[in-house]
Antibody, heavy 117, light 111 residues
């Protein structure tokens, strides 16, 4: 069974750094793109970026380029989304998803990030 | 890229049908047969309901169907049931140099 398990909820202050994770199991982690999706409170879904764990090829949405870093450690089948300096506007639910032909067939449970002073 | 356009809301009584539209451009919806639809219940992760315009993943009831004409894709839910009440998002491939793009989302209410 394909599973994506994300790290737990985080509460951070503005300016702090953060790295959240998404661990894949039940499939060949290096053979499928992983995407990250943001959902701000009460709002819709937004693609942030995608990574191919096999060779770490990474692509970002223009809105998120330079704002976050996506990475992966194929030795532990885990993808990451990180911020170097959080803002209040980063408060959102973040989902990872396994992609096949640009379709998100499987989703993680989501990680809620709250940034507040 | 701009978000694909969906109506904010749609509704129907149990047993009726509801159709949601998803309008893009020739650079996304109109240019490729890679439109997908996701269902999201409150507080839950999205779930894939339709991919490649009209294909259903295993386990999705055949009450859910998808189609496309020009730059507009559609999701139809037939025989509405209470559990179909949720937010629905379309998504489309937008070319090899772009990430996919989501729709604005539609809240479906079962009256």
């Amino acid at each position: 069974e394909v599973q994506l398990v994300q790290s737990g909820a985080e509460v951070k202050k503005p300016g702090e750094s953060l790295k959240i994770s998404c661990k894949g199991s039940g499939y060949s982690f290096t053979s499928y793109w992983i995407g990250w999706v943001r959902q701000m409170p009460g709002k819709g879904l937004e693609w942030m970026g995608i990574i191919y764990p096999g060779d770490s090829d990474t692509r970002y949405s223009p809105s998120f380029q330079g704002q976050v870093t996506i990475s992966a450690d194929k030795s532990i089948s885990t993808a990451y989304l990180q911020w170097s300096s959080l803002k209040a506007s980063d408060t959102a639910m973040y989902y990872c998803a396994r992609l096949i032909a640009d379709t998100a067939f499987h989703w993680g449970q989501g990680t809620l990030v709250t940034v507040s002073s | 890229q701009s978000a694909l356009t969906q109506p904010p809301s749609a509704s129907g009584s149990p047993g009726q049908s509801v159709t949601i539209s998803c309008t893009g451009t020739s650079s996304d919806v109109g240019g490729y047969n890679y439109v997908s639809w996701y269902q999201q219940h409150p507080g839950k992760a999205p779930k894939l309901m339709i991919y490649e315009v009209s294909k259903r993943p295993s386990g999705v009831p055949d009450r859910f169907s998808g189609s496309k004409s020009g730059n507009t894709a559609s999701l139809t839910v037939s025989g509405l049931q209470a559990e179909d009440e949720a937010d629905y998002y379309c998504s489309s491939y937008a070319g090899s140099n772009n990430l996919g793009v989501f729709g604005t989302g539609t809240k479906v209410t079962v009256l």
